[in-house]
Nanobody
Framework: QVRLVESGGGLVQAGASLRLSCAAS????????MGWFRQAPGKEREFVAS??????????FVATSVKGRFTISRDSTENTVYLQMNSLKPEDTAIYYC?????????????WGQGTQVTVSS
């Protein structure tokens, strides 16, 4: 059973930074692709970033809206994925969800965490 637990959200002022963490369990053989999504009030959930790995090779994708400000990374020793968020803007306010795609295609996000709230004040 895969469990994803996010942490690191909070209330910050515009321009500040936050690092979100997603601790995963039981993923050794079930996925090589994880990602972050967010959902703002009244809006649909949207893709933020993803990371795919194979051995020592990793590839990342970042949404245009956060490119240059957000970075996704992974610590394989701790089964943890991070989302470093810099230069935060009020429009980044949302619940951020960690997800895992067991198919590795970035089209089948079958596992989700409970979410962590990020609030950016102007």
């Amino acid at each position: 059973q895969v469990r994803l637990v996010e942490s690191g959200g909070g209330l910050v002022q515009a321009g500040a930074s936050l690092r979100l963490s997603c601790a995963a369990s039981d993923l050794t053989f079930s996925t090589n692709t994880m990602g972050w999504f967010r959902q703002a009030p009244g809006k649909e959930r949207e893709f933020v970033a993803s990371i795919t790995w194979s051995g020592t090779i990793t590839s990342t994708f970042v949404a245009t809206s956060v490119k240059g400000r957000f970075t996704i990374s992974r610590d394989s020793t701790e089964n943890t994925v991070y989302l470093q968020m810099n230069s935060l803007k009020p429009e980044d306010t949302a619940i951020y969800y960690c997800s895992a795609d067991p198919t590795g295609t970035r089209r089948n996000w079958g596992y989700w965490g409970q979410g962590t709230q990020v609030t950016v004040s102007s």
